[in-house]
């Protein structure tokens, strides 16, 4: 950390602009970056306290910025230090993450000259390219020829899993997901392999939605089937399973009712039902036609997906078709 922030210092020393954007001098600002760091930089576990001795912590805003430092720092010496027949004829850099291109049979040597500079807070490791690839982040570059052509790597071990499609996650970060591939590969291949990564997002795309079944979806048109072969038909733009709980609560309501109109009924405490058994149970039939029907049948009643229809409209529709073309126990036969 101390490399660091006297490398931080230097690069405020000879910034022009500095008291352009503050009153503080570098000094000033060396050591309010240092209290945040080290002072600062502690935590209780338990009853004990405990600091952090070397690096910056994760999770700081200030960490990618002395990264960036030290790294520029790193990068400075080591060109200024190296012999000249070992020096990259390309060097790369994403924070700690090098792209090189090296005269032949100096790879290890500027490798040996990086890690001898501060062996103590950095140690280099190397990936040679096999077979004229070599992956540098989120892209494969390959060489052919004198040509370097890019496309996008996705390492081995990468499930190619992502966000549900049925996860509670907002649509807009479903949306993000795919338009973030998608991006990608524009901004990483070249023409000739756009193709071929596209059709690779769209099957991870396909391929990672959880297979519902049909009961399990929203926006359905249904069917609950007596055995003794009475039907009705409705629909929903929730799933079967919730809209089918609501109809065995009407018929719940009834039974209630009729078991207190019988005198069979559990007494509660509390206060007293807002409505005689009578009205109560003119309510649950009135709720629903499959209560209507069960109120007369002993027969038990099984729900079934007929189709799945997302949009409002035509679910409306085909439901309304489906009544008018089957002998239903609906109360509006399809025209409403």
Same mark, same amino acid.
Request: glycine share 4%; charged share 25%.
């Given at each position: 950390?101390?490399?660091?922030?006297?490398?931080?210092?230097?690069?405020?020393?000879?910034?022009?602009?500095?008291?352009?954007?503050?009153?503080?001098?570098?000094?000033?600002?060396?050591?309010?970056?240092?209290? =945040?760091?080290?002072?600062?930089?502690?935590?209780?576990?338990?009853?004990?306290?405990?600091?952090?001795?070397?690096?910056?912590?994760?999770?700081?805003?200030?960490?990618?910025?002395?990264?960036?430092?030290?790294?520029?720092?790193?990068?400075?010496?080591?060109?200024?230090?190296?012999?000249?027949?070992?020096?990259?004829?390309?060097?790369?850099?994403?924070?700690?993450?090098?792209?090189?291109?090296?005269?032949?049979?100096?790879?290890?040597?500027?490798?040996?000259?990086?890690?001898?500079?501060?062996?103590?807070?950095?140690?280099?490791?190397?990936?040679?390219?096999?077979?004229?690839?070599?992956?540098?982040?989120?892209?494969?570059?390959?060489?052919?020829?004198?040509?370097?052509?890019?496309?996008?790597?996705?390492?081995?071990?990468?499930?190619?899993?992502?966000?549900?499609?049925?996860?509670?996650?907002?649509?807009?970060?479903?949306?993000?997901?795919?338009?973030?591939?998608?991006?990608?590969?524009?901004?990483?291949?070249?023409?000739?392999?756009?193709?071929?990564?596209?059709?690779?997002?769209?099957?991870?795309?396909?391929?990672?939605?959880?297979?519902?079944?049909?009961?399990?979806?929203?926006?359905?048109?249904?069917?609950?089937?007596?055995? =003794?072969?009475?039907?009705?038909?409705?629909?929903?733009?929730?799933?079967?399973?919730?809209?089918?709980?609501?109809?065995?609560?009407?018929?719940?309501?009834?039974?209630?009712?009729?078991?207190?109109?019988?005198?069979?009924?559990?007494?509660?405490?509390?206060?007293?039902?807002?409505?005689?058994?009578?009205?109560?149970?003119?309510?649950?039939?009135?709720?629903?036609?499959?209560?209507?029907?069960?109120?007369?049948?002993?027969?038990?009643?099984?729900?079934?997906?007929?189709?799945?229809?997302?949009?409002?409209?035509?679910?409306?529709?085909?439901?309304?078709?489906?009544?008018?073309?089957?002998?239903?126990?609906?109360?509006?036969?399809?025209?409403?």
């Amino acid at each position: 950390m101390d490399i660091t922030l006297n490398a931080l210092e230097n690069l405020l020393d000879k910034d022009s602009t500095l008291s352009q954007r503050t009153s503080l001098k570098a000094f000033h600002v060396k050591k309010l970056v240092s209290f =945040c760091m080290k002072e600062a930089n502690y935590f209780r576990f338990g009853e004990q306290c405990f600091m952090q001795n070397s690096g910056a912590p994760m999770g700081s805003s200030l960490s990618p910025v002395l990264a960036e430092v030290f790294m520029e720092h790193l990068e400075e010496i080591a060109y200024s230090t190296a012999n000249e027949s070992i020096v990259p004829v390309l060097f790369k850099r994403y924070v700690d993450d090098v792209f090189a291109i090296t005269k032949s049979g100096e790879d290890e040597a500027f490798l040996n000259h990086l890690n001898s500079l501060f062996p103590a807070c950095i140690s280099f490791t190397i990936e040679m390219e096999e077979d004229g690839r070599l992956p540098f982040l989120d892209a494969l570059v390959i060489r052919e020829g004198d040509r370097l052509k890019t496309t996008v790597y996705r390492k081995p071990t990468h499930s190619d899993r992502y966000v549900h499609f049925s996860s509670h996650h907002p649509r807009w970060v479903m949306r993000g997901v795919i338009s973030g591939m998608v991006e990608r590969a524009r901004a990483i291949c070249d023409e000739e392999f756009l193709a071929k990564d596209a059709a690779s997002v769209r099957s991870i795309v396909r391929n990672d939605k959880v297979r519902l079944a049909p009961n399990e979806k929203p926006g359905v048109i249904y069917e609950i089937l007596c055995t =003794c072969s009475a039907s009705y038909t409705g629909e929903t733009g929730n799933t079967l399973s919730h809209r089918y709980e609501q109809h065995p609560s009407c018929l719940n309501r009834y039974k209630n009712a009729l078991n207190d109109q019988k005198g069979l009924g559990i007494k509660r405490r509390g206060r007293p039902r807002k409505l005689q058994p009578n009205e109560a149970m003119d309510e649950a039939i009135k709720a629903s036609a499959v209560v209507e029907h069960a109120s007369r049948c002993d027969g038990q009643m099984y729900p079934n997906v007929i189709t799945n229809e997302p949009d409002f409209r035509s679910r409306k529709i085909k439901e309304a078709l489906y009544i008018r073309h089957n002998v239903v126990i609906n109360r509006d036969k399809g025209t409403e």
